[in-house]
């Protein structure tokens, strides 16, 4: 299977990079994932549960990044299996590029699924990764603009939105 396509993101390139790198992140918008954890350097492990048309499974897998530019690109790699439903591998190559809104996101992926995935059809298993992928594309867009709900402070009054990154940042 293969899929490209491009959306905009309304957050900066910076932003958006961040975002694809740290796990709680990943966890809230992959649809259906119950666990990511790891880092970029070591790669990740995810759990993640998903019916494709009659087919149900729990897939656990490694997921790897690689040729990291910061703010700019980053390829990403990844492999899960599903027990009986069978096992899905692929990767995707995805550039960020600044714009007037925010940030242009360009992925290209290429994925091959076995087992009783692969049974049900090119078809069906397209359908389903590119509903998969707008899933994802919205939750993230979710996370990066929603506003912090924790304390106002003076910078949330001055207009400045106070996130998810602030608090990665601030962590050290």
């Not at 998903?50 to 897939?59: E, L, S, Y």
């Amino acid at each position: 299977m293969h899929m490209s396509d491009q959306k905009e993101i309304l957050a900066t390139p910076a932003e958006v990079y961040a975002a694809l790198l740290e796990p709680e992140v990943l966890k809230a918008c992959v649809p259906g994932a119950s666990e990511v954890s790891g880092n970029p350097e070591d790669g990740y492990t995810a759990t993640v549960t998903q019916k494709v048309g009659p087919v149900k499974a729990t897939f656990k897998g490694q997921v790897t990044m690689s040729d990291l530019v910061e703010n700019e690109k980053l390829t990403i790699s990844g492999e899960g299996k599903g027990g009986a439903a069978g096992f899905a591998k692929g990767g995707a190559e995805v550039s960020l590029q600044a714009t007037e809104n925010g940030t242009l996101l360009s992925y290209d992926v290429e994925a091959k699924v076995g087992g009783k995935l692969a049974q049900l059809g090119s078809r069906l298993i397209d359908g389903f990764a590119k509903k998969m992928a707008d899933q994802f594309f919205a939750n993230l867009q979710s996370h990066l603009g929603a506003p912090e709900a924790e304390e106002g402070g003076e910078e949330a009054e001055a207009g400045e939105k106070k996130g998810w990154l602030k608090k990665i940042v601030s962590r050290d």
